[in-house]
């Protein structure tokens, strides 16, 4: 006569090892929800990413443009003119011209992406004021020259403030919006506005290299 006990405890068994099994694969395939967007405040210089104020992926580009700020100026801190405007050799470019420069093509691109403007189709003020510094070389060498540190930190602040407070106006989409006739190739403005913080990290080995060059 077959135990009836064992049967039963046969078919418990079996059923809580099924459950179990089943437990154990949904922890395994189980993620945690992802924790909500972290925002920092803008002036959290070491937090790369979303700030207050702006749409995730422009706040991650804003985190970027404003540590790059910081350390392209920790250089020139306390320069003088002198030291402004010290050439390497006849066909260098001094640390005056290239920051008047830095601050020359971020007002470009702003009128270029915020104005939705042709590259070159600049007011007359806007040229006056930035093209002999856009282009350096020769005619920079001439008439960028004399200023001291004040000069160049008004022209890189006032363009700055102009470019967080467009900035502000614009969204993830028009961040990602791709210009199809850019000369490189297909560009969106992420990589246009990411070129301005890369262009600043070039010109911050310059100046190193210069200050390292520096009369005693």
């Known amino acids: 006569m077959e135990n009836t006990n064992n049967g039963v405890d046969r078919r418990k068994f079996l059923k809580q090892a099924s459950l179990a099994t089943l437990a154990s694969g949904a922890l395994l395939s189980w993620t945690p929800p992802l924790p909500p967007t972290a925002v920092s405040g803008l002036n959290d210089l070491n937090i790369v990413g979303p700030k207050e104020g702006f749409t995730p992926q422009v706040g991650t580009l804003v985190s970027m443009m404003n540590w790059m700020r910081f350390v392209i100026l920790r250089p020139v801190e306390g320069m003088s003119v ?8 006849d066909k260098a470019n001094s640390i005056g011209a290239m920051l008047y420069h ?3 093509t971020e007002r470009f691109y702003q009128i270029h992406t915020f104005e939705n403007r042709a590259w070159g ?3 007359k003020a806007d040229a006056e004021e930035f093209g002999i510094a856009m282009g350096l070389g020769d005619n920079a060498r001439a008439s960028i020259k004399g200023n001291p540190l004040e000069f160049y930190m008004e022209k890189l602040e006032r363009v700055r403030a102009t470019s967080l407070e467009e ?12 210009d199809e006739a850019w000369p490189w190739g ?4 992420y990589c246009k506005w990411f070129h301005v913080v890369e262009h600043e990290s070039n010109h911050n080995g310059q100046f190193k290299f210069i200050k390292s060059r520096l009369p005693a």
């Open 82 to 89: 002198k030291d402004l405007d010290y050439l390497v050799d």
């Open 121 to 123: 189709d600049w007011d």
């Open 102 to 104: 830095l601050a020359a």
């Open 186 to 189: 297909p560009t969106n403005n």
């Open 167 to 178: 900035l502000a106006k614009r969204d993830d989409d028009w961040l990602l919006a791709v």
